[in-house]
């Protein structure tokens, strides 16, 4: 290879060079469907929602679990779906920067919730909880409506897969287990005690969750009719 060439080839990587150290590599990765500064504000303001539901959720645990209430299945029950929304919060970060986007934090307020003692109540807290997670689910179904107005079938389908499905099942569980408690907390005492230890025994997931999953009604034909390819004629 001659001067000249190698010459040229330098000249080449180091224009190549300036030019990717000028630009933002995250636009390299943006799509034409991502590319809107409303788009990402609305997922930043829904990971704003899960930890500020995080925080909600913890206090209530911290709550239930102290010597005054002392309902450790409810403990157990608040302390868990902490876990979630904070993992989902994170989750939901990490693709936001997967897909080219930046991760802005903004304040979580104190939650203004406390899990009455004088007399133990449960209803007022799952009330509060299943509001709670009413509000994650609405605020996801308007990020899967912008995802849908903006083309952006990526998001859509994420929104749906992972969260839509199992927070439409939140709704139902926690609307369950507050008719529950109406019921229990009529006659103060043994009933919000039984309830309790029944969340006991689950660790805290409410015990016929599964049965308000929609795949339960494939296992229930499934059972039904597993014998009947051994039948004879």
Known sequence: MDNDSTSNNTDVVQSSLKEHSRNNIDEYILTS???NQELHDAIRRHIALEW????????????????NVALHG??????????????????????????????????????????????????IPVHAA????????????????????????????????????????????LGDLLQQCVRVSKDVGHGVYHLDKELRSTKGLVPWAGTNHPD??????????????????
């Open 33 to 35: 469907t991502f590319n």
């Open 52 to 67: 500020k539901t995080w925080f909600f959720y913890r206090k209530l645990g911290a709550d239930a679990g102290r010597a």
């Open 74 to 123: 409810f403990a157990q029950l608040f302390k868990r779906a902490a876990a979630e929304c904070f993992a989902d919060g994170m989750w939901l970060e990490n693709y936001l920067v997967q897909r080219g986007g930046r991760s802005r934090p903004s304040g979580i307020p104190a939650p203004n919730i406390h899990f009455p003692d004088d007399p133990v109540d449960c209803v």
């Open 130 to 173: 299943l509001q709670a997670e009413k509000d994650l689910l609405e605020d996801l179904l308007k990020l899967c409506q912008q995802a849908d107005e903006y083309h952006d079938s990526a998001l859509e389908d994420m929104i749906e897969d992972r969260f839509l499905k199992k927070e439409t099942k939140h709704v139902k569980d």
């Open 216 to 233: 339960y009604t494939d296992q229930l034909v499934a059972e039904a009719t597993k014998d009947l390819k051994e039948g004879s004629i």
